[in-house]
């Protein structure tokens, strides 16, 4: 069996990125999680941060992490492969992530979870600060879901973008820790997104022709869906969900794909429009005194 004296430490870059997708979906097929992590765009955000390091097997990255000094707190993330976990790699990752942020608080990103990797961070001295699930649908079932009493949809128009942030607003503003947005800049993110579909996204109107509730969806996610405080518990949002579902299938899309807090009561309705458990995420913080 290869041991940990057989791999070599060093950085990796923009060159590795193909080894490093490799790495990121075995990652990925053991534990579940976010999918998009092993995408070109997710990955250099992750593990091409202003700091790197990776072990090497054979010229082949084993584990590796990256490390983010340029904010406040600094960030990390870092992977070990399956076939090389209980060996110190993921401790070693850990403390070198640990040295390169010095004095400053260190948040941990996790894109792909698994006990192990929680027991290491917790054993550490980091406390988790989110965790949601990873939820995936296979298409070729689909939910059916009844039009809500007085409800009808629209697609999504850049015209009616103002009216969009209001319902989003207003479906979310009364929950915890809700951030305050900027109209301009929540569209715009939008609008930059080159995956967001507002042919498939949706604002469901009230009897009276007032947004009472939409859905984003980018890609093959359902992104947001919101429902404003009067309209909730009519199943309006299990419709909305229902509706881009459909529409994605009909686009020829084989599934879809969403992530949802782990205490958010959401999380078992979507269960019951045919959505799997496909992983967690979860971030972990470490404050200096």
Excluded: K
């Excluded at 990121?24 to 390091?53: I, N, Y």
């Excluded at 010229?59 to 399956?82: I, L, S, W, Y």
């Excluded at 995936?136 to 942030?165: M, Q, S």
């Excluded at 080159?194 to 009230?206: E, N």
């Amino acid at each position: 069996m290869d041991t940990i004296d057989t791999l070599t430490w060093s950085a990796c870059g923009e060159d590795d990125l193909p080894a490093l997708t490799t790495l990121a979906e075995a990652c990925l097929a053991a534990d579940g999680g976010l999918p998009l992590f092993a995408t070109p765009r997710l990955l250099r955000a992750r593990l091409l941060q202003s700091r790197t390091l990776a072990a090497w097997h054979d010229g082949v990255p084993v584990a590796a992490v990256g490390v983010g000094t340029d904010r406040r707190p600094a960030t990390a993330t870092g992977v070990v492969h399956p076939d090389w976990r209980g060996r110190g790699l993921g401790g070693r990752l850990l403390g070198w992530a640990g040295e390169q942020a010095g004095a400053a608080d260190l948040l941990v990103t996790t894109e792909t979870w698994s006990p192990a990797g929680e027991a290491l961070l917790t054993g550490r001295g980091f406390n988790r600060t989110f965790v949601e699930w990873v939820l995936r649908h296979d298409l070729a079932a689909l939910p059916d879901v009844a039009t809500p009493a007085g409800i009808r949809t629209e697609p999504v128009t850049w015209e009616a973008g103002p009216e969009l942030f209001a319902t989003y607003r207003a479906s979310f503003a009364d929950r915890p820790g809700f951030e305050e947005r900027d109209a301009g800049e929540w569209l715009g993110d939008l609008r930059d997104d080159d995956g967001y579909r507002p042919d498939l996204s949706l604002i469901a109107r009230g009897p009276d022709g007032t947004a009472v509730g939409f859905v984003n969806v980018i890609d093959n996610w359902i992104d947001q869906v919101g429902v404003v405080p009067a309209w909730r518990g009519r199943r309006l949002g299990a419709y909305l969900v229902a509706g881009a579902l459909r529409s994605l299938a009909a686009d020829g899309v084989r599934d879809a794909w969403l992530c949802v807090n782990d205490d958010n009561p959401a999380a078992a309705l979507y269960r019951r429009l045919g959505f799997a458990d496909a992983g967690r995420r979860a971030r972990y913080l470490l404050r200096h005194p």
